[in-house]
């Protein structure tokens, strides 16, 4: 019987790759056959329309170890023979059917990734964006993810340590949800997913296999989506108590020096894992699937194959490796189940005890098909860049208002409301958690520490993916440098919609384009990540999001900064910035445009030569300890800041500037490649000095100190009113 276009459909593939693996095996593919060719063939998995574009991304360094995308995550050489491994993922389909569950999957499968190179996790972070804060949908989408997160990460005891929040009507029906994870490993134990040796066994270690999200990677993640309740199936169902002992578990199996490969059942469940390892290896597997411990009953060997629960993963062994391993499992009470064996046949066999029920060549099925499409700019997006000064009216209201306006901005305010729900301290690593441009942890054992963080912002990319992708890359490591750490490496995750769309696809090709400058100029290669898309329901996509989490190495971890002024008395100044003539393109995008103006409008601008001269002077000046803090000027401008950098330690700030007449774009602009440092009075000849050298401009500001926040005769506002309108903004945005 011929398939059916709703079986298809199902599956997300088309009829024409139908045919196309018709064409590869020669003959029709069996239903189990086909549903693993749907997950394999999917965008989740096979990356069909963008691997040709990700081919882009810078990949190596002297210190990356790892081949990007050839494993679960990056690795990064952190010398004194330690690794860093890290990546991020989305969850976003997921999270728009069932928050709790999509986001706590999410924590959960990145975990696993980092597991799958060997490493203790050792941080979390996450990215998240929302529709308008006013909606009930978006309060209820909000407060499922975030205690999904919570619930997840705080129970397997990894430290929530970093992340962004925004909202925008774009996301309504299409939350996004990124993880991002972060490991440590010996050098010597970074472990590979590749099965390479002929009858080597695989074990299924962890939770019993049940109905849960199957077709979570083709049929949730692989195609828009109109109604969530026939999705509902499709969303994992996660036990972070399981998942810690997993963890420790596997840790000690691959300790014993007995697990030749690892890796993770996530998307498309037994079919990926199983499948990619042998492919890997450049062997084939054959697998007896009435051996895998099942939770549910009458299950068929599609649900089997193509189940996404949670908690599992496969080790690969010699023979004789067997009986030490479950003896490691055992003591953890970790399930443990011989399923199959490595084979010299470059085949995928399966079995349901004595019935055969796959037989397929395993280069077919796992090298999808790869589109390399055309993309077009569309007039209306061309409008969009349109943005003259003068067309812009100065506000009624005069920068105080303003000001506070945009502190209560819920993409401003602060997010210590959803930080007190994450444990950031856990492990005792954390030097500088949530709040801060970015976090850094020490090492123990020495005195080095990682910085880490995770940026992106969808209106820059929406009004010029070239430009957004630049400045997305250029803000992680502005943040990275922020700290005093420098930037190693990266890993992203692309959020679209349809690809299909040639709109879509043109922002797709060219923020990629744009952040492979931006890397190839600040030197940082990409070392993981991964794309989400069709992130659009009837017919309205989100902003193009490029999410890019960041890693930077501090040679010595005590000599680190925060981004507020820790004291009284201190000089404050602007790296970046020698005057206040303002432009049009400072203005593009802002958050002041929007929340003042209800406007999305302009042409970001970065000058990216400039930006790599301020962060390298930023990260020598808190290394030879001239400067006490360090904060990047990005959403809501230079005033915002300021502002930002006075409410932790409740510090005033006393500006003694001359302001132009179009004090909206000079205090609430973003322009790129500006941070705002404080430093000692005696200090400061050796911070212009250090600027001279290294050719960066330097604008001083004013001075730390008292009860208000001054900035230039027109704005002069009590302390108190300034911590209130940050502090309250995101509760306040959400209804309390």
């Known amino acids: ?64 170890l790892s081949t990007s995308g050839a494993e679960n995550a990056g690795a990064v050489d952190l010398g004194d023979g330690l690794v860093a491994v890290f990546k991020v993922e989305s969850h976003n389909h997921p999270s728009a059917v069932e928050p709790l569950q999509g986001a706590a999957t999410g924590v959960g499968g990145i975990v696993r990734d980092i597991l799958a190179m060997g490493a203790r996790p050792v941080a979390l972070l996450n990215s ?23 619930w997840y990460g ?51 270690v962890g939770a019993d296999t049940g109905r849960d999200g199957i077709h979570g990677a083709s049929g949730l993640a692989s195609r828009t989506f109109e109604d969530e309740q026939e999705l509902r199936p499709t969303v994992q169902v996660g036990n972070p108590f399981l998942e810690k002992v997993l963890i420790e578990a596997c840790l000690e199996a691959l300790a014993s020096g007995n697990v030749e490969a690892i890796q993770d059942l996530g998307a498309a469940g037994l079919t ?27 299950m068929t060997g599609y649900d089997v194959m193509l189940s996404e629960s949670q908690e599992r993963m496969l080790l690969i062994t010699p023979p004789e490796g067997v009986a030490p391993l479950k003896r490691i499992l055992d003591k953890w009470e970790v399930s443990c189940q011989e399923i199959g064996r490595v084979t010299e046949q470059r085949q995928v066999s399966i079995f349901d005890g004595h019935q055969a029920i796959v037989n397929l060549p395993i280069r077919a099925l796992v090298e999808a098909p790869r589109y390399r499409l055309r993309g077009e700019r569309s007039q209306a997006a061309l409008e969009r860049q349109r943005l003259n000064l003068a067309d812009v009216p100065l506000p009624d209201e005069g920068p105080e208002t303003v000001l506070l306006n945009l502190l209560a901005s819920p993409n401003i305010a602060s997010k210590e409301p959803v930080h007190r729900q994450y444990d950031n301290q856990v492990q005792t690593n954390t030097v500088v958690g949530p709040g801060s441009d970015a976090a850094v942890l020490r090492i123990k054992g020495g005195s080095k520490g990682i910085a880490l963080c995770i940026d992106g912002n969808g209106r820059y990319c929406y009004l010029d993916p070239y430009r957004g992708g630049q400045i997305v890359v250029a803000e992680v490591c502005r943040n990275l440098s922020c700290s005093g750490a420098t930037p190693l490496a990266l890993t992203d995750c692309l959020n679209f919609g349809n690809p299909e769309n040639p709109e879509v696809y043109y922002q797709l090709e060219w923020c990629i384009r744009g952040m492979a400058k931006a890397c190839r100029t600040l030197g940082v290669p990409v070392v993981s ?11 309205q996509a989100i902003y193009p999001t490029p999410v890019v989490g960041g890693l930077g190495l501090l040679e010595d971890v005590s000599r680190h900064c925060r ?25 593009a995008a802002s958050e002041y445009l929007q929340v003042i103006h209800g406007q999305v409008l302009g042409r970001p601008a970065i000058d990216l030569d400039l930006e790599r001269r301020v962060q390298e002077l930023c990260r020598q000046a808190i290394v030879r300890g001239i400067i006490a803090s360090a904060h990047d000027c990005s959403e809501g401008g230079l005033a915002v800041a300021l502002a930002e950098c006075c409410i932790p330690v409740g510090v005033g700030f006393q500006g003694q500037v001359r302001l132009p007449r179009r004090w909206d774009a000079a205090l609430f602009g973003e322009r790129q490649s500006r941070i705002v440092v404080s430093l000692a009075q005696d200090k400061w000849s050796a911070l212009a000095q250090l600027a001279t050298e290294i050719e960066v401009p330097l604008l001083r500001l004013g001075v730390t100190g008292g009860t208000r926040f001054r900035l230039g005769a027109q704005l002069d506002v009590p302390m108190d009113e300034i911590a209130a309108a940050w502090n309250g903004g995101l509760e306040a945005a959400l209804g309390g």
Request: proline letters at 6%.
């Open 154 to 204: 705080n129970c397997i005891g990894v430290p929530d340590v970093a992340g962004e929040i925004y909202f925008d009507p774009s996301y309504s029906q299409n939350p996004l949800v990124n993880a991002m994870c972060v490991g440590l490993v010996s050098k010597d134990r970074l472990a590979s997913s590749a099965a390479s040796t002929v009858g080597n066994v695989f074990l299924l």
């Open 1 to 64: 019987m011929p398939v059916t276009k709703e079986t298809l459909d199902e599956i997300a593939l088309s009829r024409a790759e139908y045919d196309m693996i018709v064409d590869r095996l020669d003959r029709e593919p069996n239903e189990v056959e086909l549903g693993m060719f749907g997950a394999l063939w999917s965008e989740h998995c096979g990356y069909k329309h963008s691997k040709p574009l990700l081919r882009m991304f810078p990949s190596k360094s002297p210190r990356v």
């Open 128 to 150: 998240l964006r929302f529709g308008s804060p006013g909606e009930a949908q978006t309060r209820h989408l909000f407060r499922g993810v975030v205690a999904g997160i919570s």
């Open 272 to 298: 990926s894992a199983a499948v990619e390892s042998a492919f890997s290896g450049g062997l084939g597997v054959t697998l007896d699937i009435a051996q895998v411990p099942r939770r549910e009953e009458a």
């Open 529 to 539: 990540g991964n794309v989400s898309l069709y992130n659009e329901s009837r017919g």
């Open 563 to 587: 981004s507020g002024f820790p004291e009284d008395g201190l000089a404050v100044a602007v790296l970046g910035m020698e005057g206040w003539r303002p432009r049009s393109s400072d203005l």
